[in-house]
């Protein structure tokens, strides 16, 4: 069966700091990946989403940024990070296209 | 352009008390409505995909039924355990993202 995980599942981080968070999908091959945040009380907003290695594709532009750098991994990361990045980051994966989305556990970030 | 609003944002019950949860939708084309349910502190668990009007499915004390506008989420004789956000989505012409509705909180009180 296949299983996401992503960490760490809390963090909390100065302004101005750097960012990485992981998410690795395991039991399945070239799944396609997403990155979505929400904000306290908000909906779900897409981040960015990849169709396979080193394909990325952003939705909002901003001080982050994905990679991909193998099938099944994909990380957030930012160089400098902004009060306005805090919120619930939540990795997912899908197989193919209209097919159902999974998602990982969610890590919370704070900056401060 | 493609949009999904979900109402009401909160919705209260007592244990028992049967309700339904809306997800209005204007989409070019549906390709697919999902529901999902959401724990505080948790990502999304997958509930149901619903892709023509008049299908229903359900699980538990959940039924979806859609129409070619909204899609409803019955709950009937909901438990407190049934409390969580409720959140709907639908894929993009691509097929390669899902929007998502901001959700109804639902609390159920014993």
Known sequence: SQTIHQ?????VQPVGSPLSLECTVEGTSNPNLYWYRQ??????QLLFYSVGIGQISS?????????RP?????ILSSKKLLLSDSGFYLCAWSVGTRNTIYFGEGSWLTVV | EDQVTQSPEALRLQEGES??????????????????????GKGPEFLFTLYSAGEEKEKERL?????????????TA???EDSATYLCAFPSNTGNQFYFGTGTSLTVIP
Do not use: M
């Open chain 1, 59 to 67: 939705e909002v532009p901003q001080n982050l940024s994905a990679s």
């Open chain 1, 39 to 44: 904000a306290a009380g908000r909906g779900l």
């Open chain 2, 78 to 80: 909901p438990k407190p």
């Open chain 2, 19 to 40: 309700s339904s949860l809306n997800c209005s939708y204007t989409v070019s084309g549906l390709r697919g409505l999902f529901w999902y349910r959401q724990d505080p």
């Open chain 2, 63 to 75: 039924k979806a039924t859609l129409t070619k506008k909204e899609s409803f989420l019955h709950i």
């Open chain 1, 70 to 74: 193998q099938d099944r991994q994909f």
């Open chain 1, 7 to 11: 960490w760490p599942a809390t963090l």
